[in-house]
């Protein structure tokens, strides 16, 4: 059994900075892709940001594009989501999410992905 836990959430100010973790555990696994996602109250699980182990490459939303850094730790199959210049409108709960073989879908598309996480809150205040 794998486990997803995130980690790192909290209150924070508007404009302030928060670095979230998501370490794998149980059954060793190698990931292609890992992802961040979030969810507001009322509100459809939305992509954030992903990273393919393999490569490297870091892919974001929009809005998340020079506030948001995904990185990933290869030796502790760590992922990480630094988190800044925050707002009100980032707050939600936040979940990662692995994807352990090959696709040729978006990383953006929540329907890839093979584990979750129980998700960490984040909560912005003005």
């Known amino acids: 059994q794998v486990q997803l836990v995130e980690s790192g959430g909290g209150l924070v100010q508007a404009g302030g900075s928060l670095r979230l973790s998501c370490a794998a555990s149980?059954?060793?696994?190698?990931?292609?892709?890992s992802g961040w996602f979030r969810q507001a109250p009322g509100k459809q699980r939305k992509f954030v940001a992903a990273?393919?182990?393999?490569?490297?490459?870091?892919y974001y939303a929009d809005s998340m594009k020079g506030r948001f850094t995904i990185s990933r730790d290869n030796a502790d199959n760590t992922v990480y989501l630094q988190m800044n210049s925050l707002n009100t409108e980032d707050t939600a709960v936040y979940y990662c999410?692995?994807?352990?073989?090959?696709?040729?879908?978006?990383?953006?598309?929540?329907?890839?992905?093979?584990?979750w996480g129980q998700g960490t809150q984040v909560t912005v205040s003005s």
């Open positions: 999410a692995a994807k352990t073989f090959y696709t040729s879908k978006s990383y953006s598309d929540i329907g890839i992905y093979d584990y």
């Open positions: 990273i393919n182990w393999y490569g490297g490459n870091t």
């Open positions: 149980g059954r060793t696994f190698s990931s292609y892709v």
